[in-house]
């Protein structure tokens, strides 16, 4: 009995931390208006979802530089910009980790990345929460309607985590085809798999 005692403390401390950890709302739906924001860029300089007048959208991604999962889908997330970015579709991504909780996810070290695209500071995790991310990585498309943008795909790049040479179903991009031929997704939400995002701790 003495022995299960310690396992039992660890359980309750580790379901504990699951309710801490865990942000404060469900965050956006697919047809949600998603509200713009002014984050740091690792240049140093602030950016929002306005700046870019020309674009007819988003690929906005909650990533870090930790995550296992992260690191599987750089190359991807990077592969996407190039493609999408000249269509209208740029990639924004977003780190919203807690550099207490993961050093490896600092500002300083988020720098050492050499994006063609925005890479963001979630500082205040509001951006995130307010999102509904969970996961890095996690990504939400984001479609120009008139003045607003409007979520049209929230999930998972694509079917394979660790290896984009196994990859069966593009989720974004079928999405992006679909969207950009002027129909909604068909598939619109799909699990975003990844590192759970390092809540800042009360």
Same mark, same amino acid.
């Given at each position: 009995?003495?022995?299960?005692? &310690?396992?039992?403390?660890?359980?309750? #401390?580790?379901?504990?931390?699951?309710?801490?950890?865990?942000?404060?709302?469900?965050?956006?739906?697919?047809?949600?208006?998603? @509200?713009?924001?002014?984050? !740091?860029?690792?240049?140093? *300089?602030?950016?929002?979802?306005? $700046?870019?007048?020309?674009?007819?959208?988003?690929?906005?991604?909650?990533?870090?530089? @930790?995550?296992?999962? #992260? *690191? /599987?889908?750089?190359?991807?997330? +990077?592969?996407?910009?190039?493609?999408? %970015?000249?269509?209208?579709?740029?990639?924004? /991504? +977003?780190?919203?980790?807690? &550099?207490?909780?993961? &050093?490896? $996810? =600092?500002?300083?070290?988020?720098?050492?990345?050499?994006?063609?695209? &925005?890479?963001?500071?979630?500082? =205040?995790?509001?951006?995130? !929460? /307010?999102?509904?991310?969970?996961?890095?990585?996690?990504?939400?498309?984001? !479609?120009?309607? /008139?003045?607003?943008?409007?979520?049209?795909?929230?999930?998972?790049?694509? $079917?394979?985590?660790?290896?984009? *040479?196994?990859?069966?179903?593009?989720?974004?991009?079928?999405?992006?085809?679909?969207?950009? #031929?002027?129909?909604?997704?068909?598939?619109?939400? @799909?699990? %975003?798999?990844?590192?759970?995002?390092?809540?800042?701790? %009360?």
């Amino acid at each position: 009995m003495k022995k299960l005692l &310690p396992f039992s403390l660890l359980c309750f #401390a580790l379901l504990l931390s699951s309710f801490v950890l865990r942000p404060e709302s469900g965050g956006y739906q697919v047809g949600d208006k998603a @509200t713009d924001f002014k984050l !740091k860029n690792i240049d140093g *300089k602030m950016v929002s979802l306005a $700046d870019n007048k020309a674009a007819k959208g988003y690929i906005v991604v909650f990533t870090c530089n @930790t995550c296992p999962y #992260a *690191k /599987a889908y750089e190359s991807r997330i +990077i592969a996407l910009n190039e493609k999408y %970015a000249p269509l209208g579709y740029p990639v924004i /991504a +977003i780190n919203p980790n807690d &550099p207490v909780v993961a &050093p490896g $996810d =600092s500002f300083e070290a988020m720098k050492t990345k050499k994006y063609a695209f &925005p890479y963001l500071l979630d500082e =205040s995790q509001q951006v995130a !929460k /307010a999102y509904g991310a969970t996961r890095t990585p996690h990504l939400y498309l984001l !479609k120009r309607q /008139a003045n607003d943008l409007v979520v049209s795909y929230i999930g998972a790049i694509d $079917d394979n985590s660790e290896d984009a *040479k196994l990859v069966k179903t593009n989720y974004l991009e079928n999405a992006l085809a679909e969207i950009m #031929a002027g129909k909604p997704a068909s598939t619109s939400t @799909t699990k %975003a798999i990844g590192c759970t995002i390092k809540w800042k701790q %009360a």
